[in-house]
């Protein structure tokens, strides 16, 4: 019978009463009394020199407080990327500046030129339409193999050229990778690009920038995934604030994917002109300026060879991507396409040899960063996308090659740096062929042809590695910042507890997973605990929410105060049953003298905690609150087996996903429903870049795709209901919960499948194509099957 409480239990959300009633508070929400409004000009251009700004029109408008240009930022730090990359000679990449506001150059749409500050946004819009900008236009950098051809036009004139970074992994490996290919029985290639997208999240980016003046404080806030980070990178890197006078705090988030991980220049401006100005500055993005200004994700072309024996074994694998960095490096932008992305491109299989080289390239386009998945789901589409090709070449069953090529014995040590703790890939794979009802599969096939449609089945596997850890080994592969997490749990004097949270919860449901392991670990109903995050001046600190790291992270780090409280609690409530503190117990919220019918209530024990008369202070200190950092030792690695099945209109081209399935190994499962409904999504994204998403340039660095008009979201009918499982589970080795992560695996399992299943449809009508790039629109699949 289901648990109704408590780890394993599914109980409701219980954040969603506010926002199903409209009473979150969301960062536009928070009106300060005096705001001013910041409405910024943005370049229109994707490349050129600028030659004047002449705001003096602007400044005698109405209402217009104070007008800022790349000027006002002179000596003021630009926005820092927080992870270095050493490329394949050992050197630094190149890393431009990225100021707040544009200085001598635009290099991409959206590119921020000024910033008006005035009582209302109509004001500070009318204004900026009456600024005088002259730009000297230049030639658009976009195709990422053009921008590295010699003689092209350089984005950062300061640079040697247009590639941030070249990197190999393992480069030790290179010559016995190419050796191995050369020398295999059978190699397939496939050349293919992981399309750009743009995360859309339900909220866009909003800041509230305040200042203090009569204690020199400054406070912003805004819609971040991670305020802590926010205040570290935009305090000490790009204002010079230090960090006990500026708080961040990041209230109600509608939805992040991602794009709200990094510092903005925004951010920087919001709180930079409160202070300059002595008003409160608000901005709040349009729809049409996230298009241009919120980070992008993906954007990889790639050329992958898998080379088999006579056996069709996996010997080798060789990876050689393009990776686009847009215009500036973006706060994690650097670490996608290699750290994040390399290290996973041995997937679930046993190929010895590995190897991936990495081109970065900036370009005339908005900056890219990570993207749900970041990099594991580029590296899963190249994986899973050979295996097919080479299946179908080799004329044998696309589950079975799987299956003979999966890692079976663990832990174990991958060619590209990392061991993966636990799985059972054959588990996740027996799962998906029940649920997903492959054996009648040929039945569905044959009633979509009687109706004149192509019906196809696609399959892959994947494997993504959460958490990122640990601080020391990702430090040394050139992240700034630690990966860590802390919480504090404080008890108050009735018993119940207030949990003070790193991690931020912007759909997660943090606010109803992270009581019940508090509360099954004392014993007490879930309802007496309370989820504190987002606020850098009440939480110790955090690292935030990405990567899949919350409660493999943050909730260990919970888990950990917590176990301290308990110990501490145990020492009080054996003075207070005359015992040694070895023979408490702890269970349902009662402790008790082991063997005995001796206990006392969690409340009671609390309560001493803080009036504490039945003790001596000289052992105990009064109180209870304990705060614990958690580092993990290892990444985990969330794993899985996906299905697609789709129908074809062969006279028209267009897809319909007509089932879904999905068998996932997430470790131990706090709540069953938050984890279901975050497959859910994460699929849903999927299906949306295989089947209709694409952020795509012109050759002049417009962005053809700038809005719901052309950029296409998907909708409730172009997916279908799930068949979702999460019951074969290997618990990771290294965290006290066993959990591994699940927010990604959705988007990183699903698109393979989807293009999978396009390709067997195509296939299954007799044209013989062996690959379609993202997104597999109705034109691209009519004229794939028709060119």
């Given at each position: 019978m289901p648990k109704d409480h408590g780890i394993g239990a599914s109980p409701k959300r219980r954040e969603d009463v506010r926002f199903l009633t409209g009473t979150g508070n969301y960062t536009d929400d928070i009106n300060v009394y005096g705001q001013a409004y910041v409405y910024f000009l943005r370049s229109d251009m994707a490349h050129g020199t600028i030659n004047s700004i002449d705001t003096s029109a602007a400044e005698a408008m109405s209402g217009v407080v104070k007008i800022f240009t790349g000027a006002d930022f002179e000596g003021v730090g630009g926005i820092p990327c927080g992870w270095q990359i050493t490329d394949i000679k050992g050197e630094p990449m190149q890393e431009p500046a990225h100021p707040v506001l544009a200085q001598g150059k635009v290099r991409h749409v959206g590119d921020p030129i000024a910033a008006v500050v005035a009582d209302s946004l109509e004001e500070a819009r009318n204004a900026a339409e009456a600024?005088?900008?002259?730009?000297?236009?230049?030639?658009?950098?976009v195709d990422m193999k053009a921008a590295l051809e010699d003689g092209a036009t350089k984005v950062h004139d300061d640079l040697a050229n247009n590639l941030c970074y070249e990197w190999g992994f393992v480069e030790d490996n290179r010559a016995a990778v190419d050796e191995a290919i050369k020398n295999a029985a059978h190699v397939t290639t496939l050349e293919l690009r992981n399309n750009r997208l743009v995360a859309n999240p339900m909220e866009p980016r909003v800041a509230v920038g305040q200042y203090n003046r009569a204690d020199d404080h400054s406070t912003l806030h805004t819609t971040s995934q991670n305020p802590h980070v926010i205040r570290l990178l935009m305090g000490a890197f790009v204002l010079g604030i230090p960090e006990h006078k500026l708080t961040v705090v990041a209230p109600d988030v509608g939805g992040g994917f991602g794009t709200k991980i990094f510092h903005y220049a925004e951010e920087a401006f919001c709180t930079f002109a409160a202070k300059a100005v002595n008003r409160p500055v608000k901005w709040t993005s349009s729809r049409s300026e996230a298009f241009i200004s919120d980070a992008h994700g993906r954007d990889h072309v790639t050329k992958i060879d898998l080379a088999l024996d006579a056996d069709n074994n996996f010997t080798a694998l060789r990876c050689d991507t393009y990776a686009n960095m847009g215009a500036y490096l973006s706060t994690f932008a650097s670490s996608v396409p290699t750290w994040l992305h390399g290290t996973l491109l041995a997937a679930n299989y046993k190929t010895p040899l590995v190897y991936t080289n990495v081109k970065a390239v900036f370009t005339n386009t908005v900056p890219v960063d990570a993207y749900r998945g970041a990099g594991r789901p580029e590296a899963t589409f190249q994986v899973e996308r050979v295996i097919d090709k080479a299946a179908r070449e080799l004329g044998v069953d696309p589950i079975a090659l799987r299956r003979q090529n999966f890692i079976t014995e663990f832990p174990y040590a991958t060619p590209v740096a990392v061991e993966y703790d636990t799985g059972d890939y054959n588990a996740t794979m027996d799962k998906l062929e029940t649920i997903a009802d492959i054996a009648g599969f040929k039945a569905r096939r044959a009633e979509s042809e009687k109706k004149g449609m192509l019906r196809g089945l696609g399959v892959n596997c994947y494997i993504e590695a959460c958490g990122i850890a640990p601080s020391n080994l990702v430090g040394q592969l050139g992240a700034r910042a630690g990966l860590y997490d802390a919480a504090t749990v404080r008890v108050n004097a009735t018993g119940s507890i207030s949990v003070m949270v790193g991690a931020h919860s912007h759909g997660q449901g943090h606010e109803t997973a992270f009581p019940q392991v508090v509360a099954e670990m004392i014993g007490i109903d879930e309802s007496q605990v309370d989820i504190v995050h987002g606020d850098t001046s009440k939480v110790p600190f955090g690292m935030g929410t990405y990567g899949s790291r919350s409660l493999a992270v943050c909730g260990s780090a919970m888990v950990r105060a917590t176990e301290k409280i308990i110990n501490k609690a145990k020492k009080i409530a054996a003075h207070l049953l005359e015992a040694a503190d070895s023979d408490i117990e702890l269970k349902d919220g009662q402790f008790?003298?082991?063997?005995?019918?001796?206990?006392?209530?969690?409340?009671?024990?609390?309560?001493?905690?803080?009036?504490?008369?039945?003790?001596?202070?000289?052992?105990?200190?009064?109180?209870?609150?304990?705060?614990?950092?958690?580092?993990?030792?290892?990444?985990?690695?969330?794993?899985?087996?996906?299905?697609?099945?789709?129908?074809?209109?062969?006279?028209?081209?267009?897809?319909?996903?007509?089932?879904?399935?999905?068998?996932?190994?997430?470790?131990?499962?706090?709540?069953?429903?938050?984890?279901?409904?975050?497959?859910?999504?994460?699929?849903?994204?999927?299906?949306?870049?295989?089947?209709?998403?694409?952020?795509?340039?012109?050759?002049?660095?417009?962005?053809?795709?700038?809005?719901?008009?052309?950029?296409?979201?998907?909708?409730?009918?172009?997916?279908?209901?799930?068949?979702?499982?999460h019951s074969a589970c290997t618990p990771c080795t290294h965290n006290p919960l066993g959990v591994k992560g699940c927010g990604e695996a959705g988007a990183i399992g699903s698109p393979p499948a989807v293009i999978n299943a396009v390709i067997d449809a195509m296939q299954s009508g007799g044209h013989d194509v062996t690959h379609i790039d993202m997104p597999a629109s109705p034109s691209r699949v009519w004229d794939a099957m028709n060119s």
């Open positions: 600024i005088d900008v002259d730009i000297s236009e230049l030639p658009a950098v008790s003298v082991a063997g005995t019918d001796k206990s006392v209530a969690w409340g009671d024990v609390t309560l001493a905690a803080y009036v504490p008369h039945n003790y001596p202070l000289e052992d105990i200190e009064p109180g209870l609150e304990e705060t614990a950092f958690y580092d993990p030792a290892n990444f985990t690695y969330p794993s899985g087996a996906y299905c697609c099945e789709v129908e074809l209109d062969p006279e028209t081209g267009k897809v319909t996903v007509e089932r879904f399935s999905a068998a996932d190994d997430f470790g131990n499962i706090v709540n069953p429903m938050i984890v279901s409904g975050q497959v859910h999504g994460g699929i849903g994204q999927g299906i949306g870049q295989a089947l209709l998403e694409n952020a795509a340039y012109d050759d002049e660095g417009q962005l053809l795709s700038a809005s719901y008009m052309d950029y296409a979201m998907p909708r409730a009918d172009d997916v279908p209901f799930y068949a979702v499982d």
